[in-house]
Nanobody
Framework: QVQLVESGGGLVQAGGSLRLSCAASVSIFSINAMGWYRQAPGEQRELVASITRSGSTHYADSVKGRSTISRDNAKNTVYLQMNSLKPEDTAVYYC????????????WGQGTQVTVSS
């Protein structure tokens, strides 16, 4: 089982920036893909960004051009840098990891709150 611990959330004004961190309990070399989801009150959870072991990235249209996902293999940590934040980015952000054949296994972090004030 992979344990994930998120940090870096908080309250920021519109136009500001935040960097979320997700620390894994194992070497992320063993993880096929890691990503960030978010869930706003009353909304479904949605994928924000993901990154594979090879470094390929994917972004939701809503954050493309404003966010960057990256990984530090030495620290077993994945980051989500978010710039030009908007009130609609307000949500709980969750880190995920998928591993094993055909991404059979997955883990979720406990979530970190991001609140963007207008």
């Amino acid at each position: 089982q992979v344990q994930l611990v998120e940090s870096g959330g908080g309250l920021v004004q519109a136009g500001g920036s935040l960097r979320l961190s997700c620390a894994a309990s194992v070497s992320i070399f063993s993880i096929n893909a890691m990503g960030w989801y978010r869930q706003a009150p009353g909304e479904q959870r949605e994928l924000v960004a993901s990154i594979t072991r090879s470094g390929s990235t994917h972004y939701a249209d809503s954050v493309k051009g404003r966010s960057t996902i990256s990984r530090d293999n030495a620290k077993n940590t994945v980051y989500l840098q978010m710039n030009s934040l908007k009130p609609e980015d307000t949500a709980v952000y969750y880190c995920t990891a998928e591993w094993g054949p055909n991404n059979l296994f997955s883990s979720w972090g406990q979530g970190t709150q991001v609140t963007v004030s207008s």
